[in-house]
Each structure stands twice: as C-alpha cells, then as structure tokens.
C-alpha cells in the first residue's frame, strides 16, 4: 500500500498527475492536455513530441531534429557529440587534431604548428627567429639570420650580393669582371702568338 497511490482499487497502483484518476483508466496520464496515446511521454508533463525519436523530448532537446545530437552546453550551435570543445563557445573545430581549436590556431591544418609570434607566416616551431619577422631560417647556426648573414652557409665564402650564390666564381666581385678579365688574356696570348710566328 506505501507504494500505491489506489490502495482500494486493485486495477490501479499509480496516478501519474496526482489527479485521483488511476493511470489504466486515465487518458492523460501527466494531464498535460495531450492524449497518452498521442503523447511520446505519457507520464512526463514538461514533453510530448520526440521528433527524432532518439529518447529526449523536443523541449529538453538542443536539437530536437538531429538524432546524434542532445546537449550543447556552451550554446556555439554545435552539438556537444560533434564539438571537440564542448565547454568553450569560441571553439568548435579542430581541424588538424592537434588540440587548439581552428579559432586559435594560425595554422588549422597543420599539426606541428600552432603560433606564429612574428606574424612572418612561418610556425613558432619551425622559425628559428620566432619573434623577427625578417628572419625565420639560420643555415650555419651562427644565430645571424640568413637574411642578415653575409655568409649563410658559414663556408668562409661571402655570398654574391647579386644572385646569393658563392660558388660561382664572383666572391663578391662584380658581375662579368672576371668573364671579362678572360677573355683580355685569351686575346693577349692570341697576339704573343701572332708575334712569335712572324719572328
């Protein structure tokens, strides 16, 4: 009898709504105004509709027409089961898996990379002068940026101020000096020989 809200009437052990009308014989059992044949929860007054029928009325739904989706809980419009940050309205992607949101991150697709200090468009992790934005590479360590670094590879040969290449015979000199030096002494040795023969 402790658990029967009809003690006297032995089709009737619960009233749903209190209304002193057994749920077997009552229509509305939650007396929401909606028939409980036509009531998805006959016994809950606060939801009568599941649109997607996955279990949650449409009212405590965030998404009552999506079936994979329930809660939202930090109301950015997406789904807590396809949001990565749930708690965190200003993130809701994230698309290189590496653990910052694309909101936050200067390089979404790229998992190595995440700050960009200098703004220089090369990651923190890979600029070996994070906060130059002139500078983002050091080929010979020497901690002189490359941009900077008269001699790049630290080969002890500067590099051509013209074409960056310190291997072409220039060293710095200008450009066609030596070409022209050559060819004044093939000419030269041309005409010792010319001499010689009319000896």
Request: charged residues 30%.
């Amino acid at each position: 009898d402790y658990n029967d809200a009809m003690p006297l009437d032995p089709n009737e052990q619960y009233d749903a709504d209190g209304d002193g009308i057994g749920d077997n014989a009552d229509n509305d059992d939650d007396n929401d105004g909606v028939l409980d044949n036509q009531d998805a929860f006959p016994t809950d007054p606060s939801e009568t509709t599941d649109s997607d029928n996955d279990g949650v009325g449409n009212n405590a739904d965030a998404f009552p027409n999506d079936p994979s989706e329930r809660t939202d809980t930090d109301n950015d419009g997406v789904g807590d089961n396809s949001d990565p940050f749930p708690s965190n309205p200003g993130e809701w992607a994230d698309s290189d898996g590496d653990g910052t949101g694309d909101n936050s991150d200067a390089f979404p697709n790229d998992p190595n990379e995440i700050v960009d200090s200098d703004g220089d468009g090369v990651g923190n992790n890979a600029d070996a002068f994070p906060f130059d934005e002139t500078e983002d590479s050091d080929t010979d360590g020497d901690g002189i940026g490359d941009n900077a670094d008269e001699d790049a590879d630290g080969d002890g040969v500067l590099d051509d101020p013209v074409d960056g290449d310190d291997g072409g015979g220039g060293g710095g000199i200008l450009p066609g000096f030596s070409a022209a030096l050559g060819i004044i002494s093939m000419l030269g040795a041309a005409a010792a020989m010319a001499g010689r023969r009319k000896d």
